[in-house]
């Protein structure tokens, strides 16, 4: 992503430091990580040196899971340790800026008010050569994936957040510098320890790791690294795989000594994890009905590529679309379904839900072929309240799902709405791409009762979509219920709201504070009962602990627990008076960061004050490569913005805005663009099919669309962007400045330039003809997409001459081999079946349920 700034001035002045990131006070990053079976606690050191000749204030904003619960922050400054206090945020943020003012070092953590999942930390008055390490404690649950591994991820790619039009929110992360893939100032180091009871088999990572190191012989302990030398540039992801992966566990932590008895803190915590199963799921195919409803992501960041690190790796809106074939041939006939896209705006394929044919599908399937990332922004709201507005469908449950990559902002409002109509749906939700909101995507799916997946680097989206598809033609459990079996003198109270949706062979946690006088003497165990209904029949699930609790000094357990309440008084945003007390008490006495809170840390040791003009900088994050995508101009009273990724050297506009006018704002989409507008009575409109949008320098100008040669046309000054975005902003410097000698420039010169010069300089290599590529040979469809494609919606195929061609056959020879009594489309689907077996079997999750379709109705042809 490249960021171009159009300032409304008559000055330019050089900076030696536009292409390069320097001053950057964050030297290193260490990490500690301690994996206890599903529970990661992690510690993370920020060290920072400032190498000016002034005082700094430097500020890092970093992204955290969702579920991640901060409970600790410190720094130990010029050789003090300083412990931070958690306060309300308001209060914090005073006592902070109290602090800089004095002169005394101080430093900030908070959490961004509309998400869970995006931190910012503060440190202030560092002075020159002077050293400080921040310390940042946090605990966060995992879950296992579909094939049993234990993912942690601790996370670096945070991607710019959609602003919608008409929204006065902010978000940090528009004000966050970039930089190229390896370019970033500052390293990273990784250090795992692994315990697990029930054994550690292996660990796998996308990342370069040492080898891994068993601590003792059972091989229920081991320690994992990062290789030296990793650039802190992608989302470092472990998949640690144990033995028994999917054996219930419980844990009773013992209460924070001092702290008072009948608190969460004060007494003891009980995690436990339960695997729900039951033999009776529905046969997919034969009795499974619903409306199933795709929301697909089509703003331009969708045509980003699914790995940053992989040449080849399809963008992110191809393996959408594959995924979404795959799960159209897996809905049951008798269906109901539904197809929208979303960007700036939103369509879909029919004006409501239609019964799922071979009509309908083989229809829908041309469609989505042809569907393109070219909606421009991410407004996902609206289309969500066009599909509830729609009545749901008497006998068929209704299913939505949501690919995204979840690069919104609103993120507190899209989880209400969805949760406003939790009743009538369950959402299925897909994270897609490194720096997918964990906020937004897990948000939709706990409040609407489904479940949600991430896909990053190499992963391939279908096995995860379909697995959720499995989830979504499973009838709801209903009647979920705990029961306590406990001495006397102790009693469970559930935290938070314990589980709400139950798959089967899907972990569920369960948090409970147990309260009472713990007696040495006695019954030494306690045991859970988790009871539901699942079509009219009753299953429990139990699980027995131990009532000797376990001593720790981070108390982890305590810290989810409080993390899990936090969720559910304030989840979704929604202002709630006696919910937000409630939220601001937990946070304050569990220490666990919440959107009220923030911890703060002063320097109150006696000596100098911090003098000099302070000197702000913004540690920057890794910019990743895109292919076309938004381009957001936003105006202030002096500055028009064009957002294309990292800054670039500031350039004059063509004049300013006169009295009266209002601020330009101005939005690229991938195929087409808002018109620039001076004038306050000028409306937006688009010019053509194309999405294209006319542009008009001020309210005097005469408009005119863009077209292939224009400038303002969009794919080839994009592709140019992408391509060589520092070389373009380097020409465009440089023919701004055209006629100015280097010594000038290197003194940075400040002398007036014609705007007339520069807005035509702008032009002359906005306009520039793109260099001619030669064109990216089409990829190939894969065998089994193809053989996918060619099933009919009953779950049958046909014997033409495509399955031929596919099988290695000739279509008159799979009629001459066929067996007598036996009809063709019969003899046509067992040879697609044992090709699947024989030619996809590491792909049977993507298939299993096409399989299943297809052997119904052979069963009913039998």
């Not at 002034?54 to 340790?81: C, H, K, Q, S």
């Not at 795992?192 to 996308?206: D, N, Q």
């Not at 008895?261 to 195919?285: I, R």
């Not at 300089?761 to 793109?770: G, T, W």
Request: net charge neutral.
């Amino acid at each position: 992503m490249v960021t171009f700034y159009l300032a409304l001035k008559t000055q330019v002045s050089y900076r030696a430091d536009i292409f390069q990131v320097t001053f950057v006070p964050l030297q290193s990053i260490s990490v500690d990580v301690v994996v206890q079976g599903f529970v990661a606690d992690v510690v993370s050191e920020l060290r920072y040196k400032n190498e000016e000749k002034n005082p700094v204030e430097v500020t890092f904003v970093f992204p955290l899971d969702d579920e991640a619960a901060v409970y600790a922050f410190e720094g130990l400054i010029g050789g003090t340790r300083i412990e931070a206090q958690i306060r309300e945020k308001k209060e914090a943020q005073q006592e902070y800026e109290d602090a800089l003012s004095e002169g005394r070092q101080a430093f900030l953590l908070e959490r961004e008010t509309n998400t869970s999942d995006i931190f910012t930390c503060t440190l202030g008055n560092l002075p020159p050569n002077g050293e400080a390490v921040l310390k940042v404690c946090y605990v966060q649950a995992l879950a296992p994936e579909p094939d049993g591994a234990v993912r942690f991820v601790l996370p670096a790619v945070l991607n710019p957040r959609y602003v919608p039009v008409g929204s006065e929110s902010d978000t940090v992360t528009q004000h966050i510098p970039r930089v190229p893939k390896g370019k970033l100032p500052y390293t990273l180091s990784l250090c795992a320890t692994l315990e697990s009871s029930h054994g550690i088999s292996r660990v796998e990572s996308k990342c370069t790791l040492e080898p891994l190191r068993y601590t003792v012989e059972n091989r229920t302990s081991a320690q994992v690294s990062l290789a030296e030398g990793h650039q802190f540039d992608r989302d470092v992801e472990l998949l640690i795989y144990y033995e028994e992966v999917h054996k219930p566990s419980a844990i009773l932590e013992a209460g924070k000594p001092g702290a008072a008895s009948d608190s969460l803190m004060g007494d003891p915590v009980l995690l436990v994890t339960l695997y729900p199963s039951w033999q009776c799921a529905p046969k997919p195919g034969l009795s499974a009905t619903g409306e199933f409803i795709f929301l697909l992501d089509r703003s331009g960041s969708m045509d980003c590529c699914s790995d940053y690190n992989t040449l080849d790796a399809p963008p992110r809106i191809q393996s959408a679309k594959e995924t979404l074939i795959l799960l159209l041939k897996g809905l049951p006939l008798g269906c109901f379904f539904n197809i929208y896209g979303f960007g700036s705006t939103y369509d879909s394929f029919y004006p409501k839900s239609v019964e799922y044919t071979q009509k309908t599908m083989s229809e829908s399937l041309q469609r989505v072929k042809n569907l393109g990332a070219d909606l421009g922004g991410t407004e996902i709201l609206q289309p969500l309240k066009a599909i509830y507005s729609q009545p749901c469908r008497e006998g068929h449950p209704r299913q939505l799902f949501v690919f995204t990559d979840g690069e919104v902002s609103n993120t507190n409002e899209v989880i209400a709405e969805v949760q406003h109509h939790s009743d009538s749906h369950r959402c299925f939700s897909f994270g897609i791409g490194e720096g997918a909101s964990t906020t937004l995507i897990k948000g939709i799916a706990r409040v609407a009762g489904g479940s949600a997946e991430f896909i990053t680097g190499k992963e391939r989206m279908q096995a995860k979509a379909l697995q959720s598809l499995k989830k979504a033609l499973q009838p709801a459990a209903t009647g979920i219920s705990l029961q306590w079996d406990l001495p006397s003198h102790l009693e469970a109270v559930l935290v938070g709201s314990g589980p709400q949706v139950i798959f089967e062979g899907q972990h569920s946690l369960i948090y409970a504070q147990i309260r009472g006088q713990h007696k040495s003497s006695g019954a030494s165990e306690g045991s859970v009962v988790l009871q539901y209904i699942f079509q009219g029949q009753t299953f429990t699930e139990t699980m027995k602990f131990p009532l000797k609790a376990q001593e720790s000094d981070r108390l982890p357990v305590h810290r989810l627990a409080a993390r899990a309440l936090l969720q559910d008084l304030e989840g979704t945003g929604v202002k709630d008076g006696k919910k937000q007390r409630l939220a601001l008490q937990t946070s304050l006495s569990s220490g666990v960061v919440c959107s009220q809170t923030a911890y703060v840390g002063v320097n109150t040791e006696k000596g100098q004050p911090v003098q000099g003009p302070l000197i702000r900088r913004n540690v920057p994050l890794i910019g990743a490569r895109r292919g076309p995508r938004p381009i957001i101009v936003t105006g202030a009273s002096q500055y028009d913005r064009l957002c294309y990724g990292a800054p670039l050297p500031p350039v004059l506009s063509r004049s300013g805005p006169s009295s009266g006018q209002r601020c330009n704002k101005i939005t690229f989409g991938s195929y087409g663009f808002e018109r620039i507008t001076g004038s306050s009575r000028d409306e937006p409109r688009l010019a053509n099919e194309y999405g294209f949008e006319r542009i008009t320098g001020s309210s005097r100008d005469e408009p005119r669309l863009a077209n292939e040669y224009d400038c303002f046309a969009g794919i080839p000054i994009m592709e140019r962007c992408v391509d060589n975005a520092f070389s373009l902003g380097t020409d465009l410097y440089e023919r701004i400045t055209l006629g100015r000698s280097e010594k000038s420039r290197k003194e940075n010169d400040k002398s007036n330039i014609s705007p007339n010069i520069c807005w035509d300089a702008i032009k002359s290599v906005l306009r520039a003809p793109a260099k001619k590529k030669k064109p990216i040979p089409k990829k190939e469809e894969s065998p089994l997409l193809r053989l996918v494609s060619l099933q009919n919606a009953d779950g049958s195929w046909d014997p033409d001459s495509n399955l031929a061609s596919l099988l290695g056959l000739s279509e008159a020879k799979i009629m001459r081999k066929t067996p007598k009594q036996v009809a063709p489309n019969v003899w046509a689907t067992v040879l697609a079946i044992l090709w699947l077996h024989s030619n996809a079997a590491e792909q049977r999750d993507e298939w299993e349920l096409l399989e299943a379709k297809a052997l119904n109705w052979l069963q009913a042809r039998a």
